[in-house]
């Protein structure tokens, strides 16, 4: 037996709770690992809450991200004793995830665990911080230099956002940082924000074209908030969208794409071959330092998972949630 949080929809509604698990029930997998660190992500919030129909099957373990030692292995790629990581592949969607303390998953998900960093340090980075480092690099594959002009940072306060705008900061980057908590504005300044901005400004609905900004966007957000980052980025310029806080819709035109030559890069972080997930890590064990994680992530326990998720979808969370799983 093990512990972990179980989503269930049955006869009795839609649930999560804190449970004892037969470990006979782990799915199939080549390669079984001992949980140590999984993260609350926006896609747990939903799972956890039922705000969103991001479970396909029941019942569910959720967690999208884990990072543990392998117990057992049946792949070449992995053996006992081995430390990995593990973002997306439907984990905690389809497939039983990080937020409970063994795992049961195919290796071709799993990346040795990075160089330089720990198990709590990489889930401290985790799937937020490992998608906005594919935005970045993205942005960097455009050819986007610091010289360009301001990159303006979507759901500024959020995991990805609080990522993006450490990241960009770091390689020399002017960042303007949008957010509906003004509260936050000196934790964003402190990560490398020059201004900061509320989303209000973004949020409503606007028009096709817009004055000329931003040289490059990071958006979390969607729905208005992309369509008026859009509006607004200069000619040649990017955007890189990863999420859909404020809605899954695009309320936009083709005007910026074909009347500026604006490039809208679409950033899956869910089903990227390894190799590119370890470039992305590489990048991240150089530019993150470690009073940045400490700045950004704030440690739970599994039972909090329950709770944080709620807050996570009231827009109550700032940065990211690690959770150790053994506590």
């Given at each position: 037996?093990?512990?972990a ?6 006869d009795q509604g ?8 037969d470990?006979a029930?782990?799915p ?10 999984s993260?609350l ?19 569910m ?5 884990f ?9 070449p790629?992995?053996k006992?004793?081995?430390?990995v990581?593990l973002n997306?592949w439907g984990?905690?969607?389809?497939h ?7 795992a ?19 889930l ?14 993205a942005?960097?594959?455009?050819g ?9 940072v979507?759901?500024?306060a959020g ?9 960009l900061?770091?390689l ?9 908590r003004?509260?936050?504005t000196e934790?964003?300044?402190q990560?490398?924000a020059?201004?900061?901005i ?8 606007g028009?096709?074209l ?6 490059a966007?990071?958006?979390?957000v ?8 859009c509006a607004?980025t200069?000619?040649d310029?990017a955007?890189a969208?990863?999420g859909?806080a404020?809605?899954m ?13 604006v490039?809208l890069y ?5 089903t990227v071959?390894?190799?590119k997930?370890?470039?992305a890590y ?10 940045t994680l ?25 940065g990211?949630?690690?959770v150790?799983?053994?506590?």
């Open positions: 037996m093990f512990k949080i179980l989503v269930k929809k049955d839609y649930r999560a709770e804190l449970t004892q698990v470990e029930s782990l199939e997998g080549d390669v079984k690992v001992k949980v140590l660190y993260t992500n926006y896609k747990d919030g939903l799972a956890i809450t039922g705000k969103g129909p991001v479970v396909r099957s029941f019942p373990i959720p967690g999208i991200d990072a543990g030692e392998v117990l057992e292995s049946s792949s790629d992995f006992a004793g081995d430390m990581l997306g984990v905690g969607e389809g039983w995830g990080g937020l409970g303390q063994l049961r998953v195919k290796a071709d998900w799993l990346i040795p665990l990075p160089k330089g960093l720990t198990a709590k340090q990489a401290a980075i985790g799937t937020a911080g490992y998608t906005a480092m594919l935005c970045v690099m942005l960097q594959t455009h986007l230099r610091p010289s360009d002009g301001e990159v303006l979507t759901g500024a995991g990805v956002g609080s990522f993006a705008i450490a990241l900061s770091k020399g980057f002017t960042v303007v940082a949008s957010t509906g003004m509260s936050e934790y964003l300044k990560l490398g020059t201004e900061v509320d989303r209000a400004t973004l949020s409503a609905p028009k096709p817009a004055k000329e900004r931003w040289a966007v990071v958006d979390s969607g729905s208005h908030t992309l369509a008026n980052a607004q200069k000619s310029g955007v969208a990863c859909l404020q809605g819709d695009f309320p936009s035109s083709v005007a910026p794409f074909i009347l500026r030559g490039t679409g950033i899956n972080s869910v071959p390894r190799a997930r370890i470039a590489e990048q991240l064990s150089k530019l993150i330092d470690l009073k400490d700045e950004i992530s704030h440690e739970i326990s599994l039972e909090d998972s329950l709770k944080y998720a709620k807050e996570l979808m009231a827009g109550n969370v700032r990211r949630l690690i150790d799983v053994n506590k």
